[in-house]
């Protein structure tokens, strides 16, 4: 399996940005898919999620309410649409492939799970 996200780059306080994650060299409908994201001050934190099983969705509680997680069966495709960001947004965000549908599984993202290489967003003032 094979990740690789886009889309990133900067965008001002308040704006909007989505990225995209293209999946590819595996069936993308086994998978349930997230974000996660990291700063060099903080750990990689879990962002949203979409379970393969049912469609459920989860959110970090810090993006509840602006961003929203999606994903396009047809493409392979998932994306993350970025609303009202803020400073804290900024951090290079990772696209995630998990094989269990679980909420805490998919909130914990592991070493088991597929990773893509990460694209930068900034948010600036």
């Known amino acids: 399996v094979r990740l690789v996200e886009s889309g990133g780059g900067r965008v001002q306080t308040g704006g909007s940005l989505r990225l995209s994650c293209k999946f590819s060299d595996g069936t993308f409908e086994l998978y349930s898919m997230g974000w996660f994201r990291q700063t060099p001050e903080k750990e990689r934190e879990f962002v949203a999620a979409t379970s393969y099983s049912d469609g459920s969705t989860y959110y970090a509680d810090s993006v509840k309410g602006r961003f929203t997680i999606s994903r396009d069966n047809s493409q392979n495709m998932v994306y993350l649409q970025m609303e009202n960001v803020k400073a804290e947004d900024t951090a290079v965000y990772f696209c995630?492939?998990?094989?269990?549908?679980?909420?805490?599984?998919?909130?914990?993202?592991?070493?088991?799970?597929?990773w893509g290489q990460g694209i930068q967003v900034t948010v600036s003032s």
């Open positions: 995630n492939a998990d094989l269990s549908s679980g909420e805490k599984s998919l909130r914990a993202g592991t070493e088991y799970d597929v």
